[in-house]
C-alpha cells in the first residue's frame, strides 16, 4: 500500500533579480497553460503527449520557455480539463467550460535538479537552507528553501521525494512556496485476533471492543452549524450589484475566510483523534473496524445497493467521514495497525445483545440518544450499541422473533481514558454504563 504525502516549503526572501525571473517564468506558464486548457477541451485532447505534439507555432514562438515546462503545462491542463468534466458529470460545475485560476508552476526532474536532492547549503548556526536549481528562461537559480521538522521526518524515514515539484509565487513578500511529495510503499498488516470497532457521528466518536467502551465528544456537528449560520449572515449583509443580490468583494474575503477557517479546525481535530486512536490500537495488538467506505479505499467493502449508498455517502460526507476513515486508514498503514471495513447497513436498528432487527427508538429514547431493545431489555448509549454491533456480535440471524442466543454478548466494562487526546476542555469523554434489565 502506497501512501502520500505533501509537504509544504517556503523560501526565503528572494533576490529582486532572482524573484524577477521566477516570476517571469510563472507568468509565461500561466498565460500558456491558459491557452492549452482552452485548447484541449476545444478539441477533447485528454493525453498530454498529444496536446504537446498538437501546439501550434505561433503558440511556441509567443512563449520561448525551455521545452520542460511545455511537458508539465500540456499536463497541468489535461488534468484539469478532466477535473472539470469530471465535474460537470457530478453536476457540480458552476461554468461551461474549465476555469484556470490559481496556478502553480509545474516542475518535472529537469525542470529542478531532481537527482541531487536534498541538496543542503550550511548557515554558520548549524541551521540548513535546502537548495533547489530552478531552470529559467537564462541561468538557472538557486532557490533557498526553509526545510522544517516534517520535511526531516520524511527523509529520516525513508519516504521517497517524487519528481513533480509545485511553485507558488508569494508576490508582496519575494518568496516562493514549493510543494513536495513524499511516497512510501507499506506492507499491510495482518488482522489481528483482537478489534476496536469505531462509529462516527457529528458529535461524537464512539469506539472500544468487549472490554472498554469510549465516547468523545467532538462538537463538529455543531461547530459546522456554527459556521453555517455565520456563512448565511455573512451572505445576508455582505451584498452588491444591481439589486444587492451578489456577495461583495468583502463578503467573499470572509466567506472564504470562516470556510477556511472552519475546515482547519475540523481537519486538525479528526487528525489528532485518529492518531490517538491508531496509537490506542497499536498498543493492544488490536485491529480497527471502520464502517463505510473511505473514496479509493473500497476494496474490502462488501457491495451495498445503489440508492442507499448514495445516500449514505452524503450524509457522510456532510459529517466528515470520509476524510475521518481516510486519516485512520492512513495512519493505520503508517504504524503497522491492521484495518477491516465493515458494511453497517442496519448497524443502529439491531440489538447487539439478542440480535433483534428493526428496533425503532421512540422519541424519548432518541433525544437521550439510547437504545433500548423491546426483545431483550438491553440498553445502552445508541452509539455503543453501533460500535457493539460492527463488532460482530450479531452472527444470528436478525430476526425480532427468534429468543436472544444465550451467551452472546461478552460482559462489558466501560474506561473513560480522560486524557486520551492530550487536548483539554475542548473534548470531553463521557462514559456511560451498560445495563441489562
Ligand atoms: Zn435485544
Not at 312 to 317: F, G, K, P, T, Y
Request: aromatic fraction near 10%; proline fraction near 5%; charge should be positive.
Amino acid at each position: 500500500m502506497k501512501l502520500s504525502r505533501t509537504v509544504v516549503l517556503e523560501s526565503y526572501p528572494l533576490t529582486r533579480r532572482k524573484f524577477k525571473a521566477v516570476k517571469e517564468i510563472y507568468e509565461d506558464y500561466s498565460g500558456l497553460l491558459l491557452i492549452l486548457t482552452e485548447y484541449a477541451f476545444e478539441n477533447k485532447i485528454r493525453n498530454p503527449i498529444k496536446l504537446r505534439s498538437s501546439i501550434p507555432d505561433e503558440v511556441k514562438e509567443e512563449y520561448e520557455l525551455p521545452s520542460h515546462y511545455y511537458y508539465t503545462a500540456c499536463q497541468d491542463a489535461v488534468t484539469r480539463v478532466k477535473g472539470f468534466l469530471e465535474k460537470k458529470r457530478k453536476g457540480k460545475a458552476k461554468t461551461e467550460r474549465p476555469v484556470v485560476k490559481n496556478v502553480s508552476l509545474w516542475l518535472d526532474d529537469v525542470l529542478w535538479d531532481y537527482k541531487r536532492f536534498p541538496q543542503f547549503n550550511t548557515l554558520k548556526n548549524g541551521k540548513k537552507i535546502l537548495i533547489i536549481r530552478l531552470t529559467t528562461k537564462r541561468r538557472p537559480i538557486k532557490l533557498p528553501l526553509k526545510p522544517h521538522k516534517l520535511f526531516f521526518k520524511y527523509l529520516s524515514e525513508g519516504w521517497r521525494v517524487k519528481a513533480g515539484v509545485k511553485l507558488k509565487l508569494v508576490e508582496e513578500e519575494r518568496k516562493v512556496l514549493a510543494y513536495f511529495t513524499f511516497e512510501k510503499e507499506f506492507d499491510e498488516p495482518e488482522v489481528t485476533g483482537s478489534f476496536i470497532a469505531v462509529d462516527y457521528n457529528a458529535d461524537n466518536i464512539s469506539f472500544g471492543n468487549h472490554d472498554f467502551l469510549v465516547q468523545v465528544k467532538t462538537g463538529l456537528g455543531r461547530m459546522t452549524r456554527f459556521y453555517s449560520d455565520v456563512r448565511r449572515e455573512v451572505q445576508r449583509t455582505h451584498l452588491t450589484g444591481w439589486k444587492k443580490k451578489l456577495p461583495s468583494r468583502k463578503g467573499r474575503e470572509l466567506l472564504k475566510k470562516f470556510g477556511q477557517r472552519k475546515m482547519n479546525r475540523k481537519v486538525d481535530l479528526q487528525r489528532k483523534l485518529a492518531l490517538r486512536l491508531v496509537e490506542l490500537a497499536g498498543e493492544l495488538n488490536a485491529t480497527i473496524i471502520l464502517e463505510a467506505i473511505p473514496k479509493n479505499f473500497n476494496q474490502k467493502v462488501v457491495k451495498r445497493r445503489r440508492k442507499r449508498e448514495k445516500k449514505l455517502r452524503n450524509i457522510l460526507h456532510n459529517i466528515g467521514m470520509n476524510s475521518f476513515q481516510r486519516f485512520v486508514f492512513e495512519k493505520a498503514v503508517e504504524h503497522g495497525v491492521p484495518v477491516v471495513f465493515i458494511n453497517p447497513a442496519y448497524s443502529s436498528q439491531v440489538c447487539p445483545n439478542c440480535g433483534a432487527f428493526r428496533v425503532k427508538p421512540n422519541d424519548d429514547a432518541l433525544r437521550q440518544r439510547a437504545f433500548t431493545c423491546p426483545v431483550c431489555g438491553f440498553t445502552a448509549d445508541r452509539d455503543f450499541a453501533a460500535v457493539l454491533n460492527l463488532l460482530g456480535l450479531f452472527p444470528f440471524s436478525p430476526k425480532a422473533d427468534e429468543p436472544p442466543a444465550e451467551g452472546s454478548v461478552s460482559p462489558v466494562t466501560l474506561v473513560a481514558e480522560a486524557n486520551l487526546l492530550h487536548q483539554k476542555n475542548s473534548l470531553v469523554i463521557i462514559s456511560q454504563g451498560l445495563k441489562r434489565q
